[in-house]
């Protein structure tokens, strides 16, 4: 209906129709215009600048994503109207932007999320650049401009054994050679990332007839290492049981892309020094130790052996045999004329043929004074061709 008479009409008819007052006006009522206000915040609670804003979603191992959640919020007093999010940039194609139940018109106060995942593809490591547009209908930001960067990396795990001696995945070998059940042999192995993305997930785990036998040992090993740095575990064989060849297989898991995990081979033989495995009077390992001698482990050769004993007393060594009839004709004691006091010191050292001899360990349960006053040792010595050097002084 139309007011003939403006002068009649008053001032909440004038507001009605949509007259805009002015501090001086008729009804000295002071009114503002209604805007929209376009605010965009990433993370949640951080504010964006428009034309200015970078989002690095940092490296990134190629054939992975990182996703990145963008809040758009109307902090004007109109409706925030048109909404919507392009891409642009020579790395776009590796930005998703995902709208789906994103509002397209919000209310003063209002908000909604939208999300822009980096997914780097191809081969090539690098930066990537792209940047995306808000469209809306705020006055002086519109579109609202967000520049994105990031980096497709790729980590390369990399292991020596030695240190400075590079594996191959899946052909690898490591020996660990000829081993007496009664000893181990060590290696360290060296992880190392060579790539420009973190290695990450490192474990190692063994499998294998004889894994059992191959000790892993992974304390302070790092299960994570960034682009250029390394770290050690190590792997001990320690066989035993029967004389033999031995081989199990180590699996260092990671996020390599086609090394993952990485495989090696791992070798020994054992050499029991308790078995006698060719029944001929020596340890399978004794014989190995002299087969430059003619011995072999796996063929009787008592005659040979016996021969051996035989000339071992003229060499100072004696059987487990002889060792009880052994008559030690020195003085074993030691006289300390300071204190008068006297010192008896007699010890035993054991070997089998061709090994490095050791002391025998004499603990007090094992040592005692018989009823005659006698020093009266016991030990026991279970390996073939055992030999004892009776040591005085």
């Known amino acids: 209906m139309l007011l003939k008479n403006p002068a009649h009409i008053s001032c909440i008819q004038r507001l009605i129709l949509g007259f805009l007052i002015t501090a001086h006006g008729l009804c000295g009522v002071v009114s503002a215009q209604l805007v929209p206000e376009i605010a965009v915040e990433q993370p949640a609670g951080i504010d964006l600048v428009d034309g200015t804003a970078s989002i690095n979603y940092g490296n990134v191992i190629l054939g992975a994503s990182s996703l990145r959640t963008f809040t758009i919020k109307n902090i004007g007093t109109a409706n925030l109207l048109n909404l919507a999010v392009s891409k642009t940039g020579t790395g776009s194609a590796q930005f998703t932007v995902v709208t789906t139940g994103m509002a397209t018109t919000l209310a003063p106060g209002a908000s909604t999320t939208f999300t822009v995942t980096f997914g780097p593809t191809g081969t090539a490591i690098g930066a990537r650049t792209a940047a995306i ?139 029991s020094t308790v078995a006698d495995g060719d029944a001929d009077g ?84 094992a040592t005692s004074i018989t009823g005659a006053g006698n020093l009266e040792f016991r030990f026991s010595a279970p390996e073939p061709g055992a030999v004892f050097k009776v040591q005085a002084q």
């Open 133 to 271: 547009r808000i469209a809306n209908n705020d006055a002086n930001e519109n579109p609202f401009d967000i520049a994105l960067t990031g980096a497709g990396v790729v980590p390369e795990i990399a292991v020596e054994q030695p240190v400075g001696t590079s594996l191959v995945d899946g052909t690898a070998s490591i020996a660990y050679g000829n081993v007496a059940t009664d000893t181990s042999n060590s290696r360290t192995f060296t992880l190392k990332n060579l790539g420009s993305g973190d290695l990450t997930g490192l474990t190692v785990g063994k499998d294998g007839t004889a894994n059992a036998q191959f000790l892993v040992n992974t304390s302070g090993m790092l299960t994570t290492l960034p682009p250029g740095v390394s770290t050690t575990f190590t792997v001990t064989f320690t066989p035993a049981g029967a004389s033999g060849a031995r081989t199990a297989s180590l699996r260092i898991a990671s996020n390599d892309a086609n090394e993952n995990p990485f495989d090696i081979a791992l070798t020994g033989t054992a050499y």
């Open 282 to 365: 020596m340890s399978d390992w004794g014989e190995f130790q002299l087969a430059a001698l003619g011995f072999n482990w796996q063929v009787s050769q008592p005659t040979l052996v016996a021969a051996l004993a035989n000339g071992a007393p003229a060499a100072g060594l004696y059987s487990a045999g002889q060792v009880q009839t052994l008559r030690v004709g020195a003085s074993l004691t030691q006289h300390d004329l300071a204190t008068q006091q006297f010192k008896l010191t007699v010890g035993l050292e054991k070997a089998t043929f061709g090994q490095n001899y050791s002391p025998v360990r004499l603990t007090t349960p």
